[in-house]
Nanobody, 117 residues
Framework: QVQLVESGGGLVQPGGSLRLSCVASGSIFRVYTMAWYRQAPGKQREWVAIMTSGGTTDYADSVKGRFTISRDNAQNKNTVYLQMNSLKPEDTALYYC?????????WGQGTQVTVSS
């Protein structure tokens, strides 16, 4: 079993920055992917960024160049970050952390990001 806990959301003005964190605990395999998704009110959940256990990353076109996914490589720390810069009102959403291993997907509870003046 895997548990994911997100943090770091909040209210920020357009053009501002936030860094989200996702701590994974439990039985983590050596091969996995971790990703960030988001869901705005009235919209479907959409993929934002992904990182493999090997360190490969990819981003949705809507956030490419503004968001960066990274991880804490310290021993026994399974933490993934999402650095979000140049935030726009359309980035407002509930952001979820996702981990997939062995064909099973795990989700966190989400952290709210609101971009507004």
């Amino acid at each position: 079993q895997v548990q994911l806990v997100e943090s770091g959301g909040g209210l920020v003005q357009p053009g501002g920055s936030l860094r989200l964190s996702c701590v994974a605990s439990g039985s983590i395999f050596r091969v996995y992917t971790m990703a960030w998704y988001r869901q705005a009110p009235g919209k479907q959940r959409e993929w934002v960024a992904i990182m493999t256990s090997g360190g490969t990353t990819d981003y949705a076109d809507s956030v490419k160049g503004r968001f960066t996914i990274s991880r804490d490589n310290a021993q026994n720390k399974n933490t993934v970050y999402l650095q979000m810069n140049s935030l726009k009102p359309e980035d407002t959403a509930l952001y979820y952390c996702n981990l997939v291993q062995g064909g099973v997907a795990y989700w966190g509870q989400g952290t709210q990001v609101t971009v507004s003046s």
